[in-house]
């Protein structure tokens, strides 16, 4: 009788640590995200026990002033691999590296990439451009890169409705502008936009990027969240409800 009432217990016991881990598990998967602006498009996505980053850059003319994006990650999303994007020299650790569209499985992560052209003239003069999606603490993410061409049917089935839309707004010959931009998201309709890829204090004299006030100005009558710091924190509870919003990230100086 003693040795059933233990086995009992012992039973009970590992369904309790066998709850618990899912438990932690599933509170992990839904706990945000905390996105932090490293400059231009290099963000780093911290939530559900890993750490991402997207675009590492060599600072040189639009990037000339900010601090080195390298820091540590567990997988780092390249949307193109230019003389300035897709810097990879410094990066601190052993992280996954992802580069070409496909899909991409990792333990309770799955992370797509879509191809794009990266310029207006189908990928014939920069080449293609990766945009990356994925879900992390229950939020879905969509990072633009540095996509220059209008979304085909494809890529919006693709894609779908993110969470949270990345999306370069500053122009330039490698990025959109700011109409094109506010086309994109009006495509996607995201619930927030994070707008990247505009002119800031960190650029040398030889960038001609437009300002993030342009890609506002044609947003007019969507709410405007300007940060404090260059993080924020992102929960499935703190998403709005209806419409969407944009977010505006102070950006790292050196």
């Not at 963000?43 to 060599?58: A, D, H, Q, V």
């Not at 992560?109 to 080449?127: A, K, M, S, Y």
């Not at 993110?162 to 994109?184: F, H, R, T």
Request: aromatic share 8%; with cysteine.
């Amino acid at each position: 009788m003693k040795r059933r009432q233990l086995l009992g217990y012992a039973g009970a016991g590992a369904g309790a640590i066998l709850a618990t881990g899912w438990l932690n598990q599933a509170q992990a998967q839904t706990s945000g995200v905390t996105i932090k602006s490293l400059g231009h498009t290099a963000f780093l996505f911290t939530g559900g026990g890993r750490r991402i980053l997207s675009n590492p850059f060599r600072q040189i003319g639009c990037t000339a002033g900010f601090p080195s994006p390298a820091v540590a990650a567990d997988i780092v999303m390249i949307s193109s691999l230019l003389f300035d994007e897709g810097y990879l020299n410094d990066l601190p650790g052993e992280p996954r590296i992802l580069t070409d569209p496909g899909v991409y499985e990792f333990e309770n992560l799955q992370v797509q990439g879509i191809l794009t052209p990266h310029d207006r003239e189908g990928g014939r003069r920069f080449g293609t451009n990766t945009v990356w999606k994925w879900t992390q603490g229950g939020v879905t993410i969509v990072h633009m890169g540095g996509a220059a061409a209008p979304l085909g049917v494809e890529e919006q089935i693709l894609l779908g409705r993110p969470d949270i839309m990345l999306v370069p707004v500053g122009n330039g010959p490698k990025a959109y502008n700011p109409a094109e931009a506010v086309q994109a998201v009006q495509v996607l309709k995201p619930k927030i936009v994070i707008p990247t890829h505009y002119l800031t204090t960190a650029a040398d004299e030889g960038c001609e990027l437009n300002p993030v006030d342009d890609f506002l100005a044609l947003m007019q009558g969507t709410p405007v969240t300007r940060a404090t710091s260059g993080a924020l924190t992102v929960r499935p509870n703190d998403l709005p409800s209806q419409g969407m919003r944009i977010q505006v990230y102070q950006y790292p100086t050196a």
